[in-house]
Nanobody, 127 residues
Framework: QVQLVESGGGLVQAGGPLRLSCAGS????????MGWSRQAPGKEREFVAA????????YYADSAKGRFTISRDNAKNTVYLQMNSLKPEDTAVYYC????????????????????WGKGTLVTVSS
């Protein structure tokens, strides 16, 4: 198992950047594909980005392409989500995810089956 703890959420103005971090526990962190999902008030959860265990492959939802960048540092057991050009519609609780997938694309395609989630961090983008 892996425990996940998100940090970095907060209030940011539209157009600004924000970087989220997710710290994972355990010695097998590098074996997990990692991802980020978000849920806005009154909306369904949306899976936005994933990265393979090695960091060599990534996946982005259309809403994240060109603005969000996912990365990881396996030496620190940490995955990041750099968000730029933020919009009010990016306001949501952002959740870190982990599971055994062969690729980031596989995680993006099968995100409904992810077993490990953090408790989330709130991002609020003001207009």
């Amino acid at each position: 198992q892996v425990q996940l703890v998100e940090s970095g959420g907060g209030l940011v103005q539209a157009g600004g950047p924000l970087r989220l971090s997710c710290a994972g526990s355990g010695r097998t962190f590098r074996r997990y594909a990692m991802g980020w999902s978000r849920q806005a008030p009154g909306k369904e959860r949306e899976f936005v980005a994933a990265i393979s265990g090695s960091g060599g492959g990534t996946y982005y939802a259309d809403s994240a392409k060109g603005r969000f960048t996912i990365s990881r540092d396996n030496a620190k057991n940490t995955v990041y989500l750099q968000m730029n050009s933020l919009k009010p519609e990016d306001t949501a609780v952002y959740y870190c995810a982990a599971d055994y997938f062969t690729s980031a694309q596989a995680m993006g395609a099968n995100h409904d089956g992810i077993n490990y989630w953090g408790k989330g961090t709130l991002v609020t983008v003001s207009s």
